[in-house]
C-alpha cells in the first residue's frame, strides 16, 4: 500500500521550532520530487518548500525563506522539513507529498503530486 506518513507536529511557542518527517512507504522516494504544502482555517492549500528527486533544487515560498529547510534521505524513505523561527501565521495542517519526477526540477502545483500524507497540524501560539 502506498503511504505517506508525517510526524511531529505540535504546538510551539513564536519564536519557536519544529521537525518535520515523512515516511514513505509501499514506493520508493528516489525517482520523486517531494513537497510540504500547509492549509489554514478558511484558507486554500499552500506550497511551503520542495525539492527534486536528487536534491540538487530547492524551492521555497517567500514567507518561509530563511527559516525552513527541506531535506530527504533517500536510504531512509524519508524528507524533513525543519521551521524555526515560527510564527503564528505559520499554523496550518501541513502535508507531505510526493510527485514521480527525474527532470531535476520542483513543482508548487499540488494537483501535479500523485502521493499525498494525512497531514500534522502545527500549531503556534504564546
Known amino acids: 500500500q502506498v503511504q505517506l506518513v508525517e510526524s511531529g507536529g505540535g504546538l510551539v511557542q513564536p519564536g519557536g521550532s519544529l521537525r518535520l518527517s515523512c515516511v514513505a512507504s509501499?514506493?520508493?522516494?528516489?525517482?520523486?520530487?517531494v513537497g510540504w504544502f500547509r492549509q489554514a482555517p478558511g484558507k486554500e492549500r499552500e506550497f511551503v518548500a520542495g525539492?527534486?528527486?536528487?536534491?540538487?533544487?530547492?524551492v521555497y515560498v517567500d514567507s518561509v525563506k530563511g527559516r525552513f529547510t527541506i531535506s530527504r534521505d533517500n536510504a531512509k524513505n524519508t524528507m524533513y522539513l525543519q521551521m524555526n523561527s515560527l510564527k503564528p501565521e505559520d499554523t496550518a495542517v501541513y502535508a507531505c507529498?510526493?510527485?514521480?519526477?527525474?527532470?531535476?526540477?520542483?513543482?508548487?502545483?499540488?494537483?501535479?503530486?500523485?502521493?499525498w500524507g494525512q497531514g500534522t497540524q502545527v500549531t503556534v501560539s504564546s
Open positions: 507529498a510526493a510527485k514521480w519526477d527525474l527532470s531535476g526540477k520542483v513543482t508548487t502545483n499540488p494537483t501535479e503530486y500523485d502521493n
Open positions: 509501499g514506493f520508493t522516494l528516489d525517482n520523486y520530487a
Open positions: 525539492v527534486s528527486w536528487n536534491g540538487g533544487w530547492t
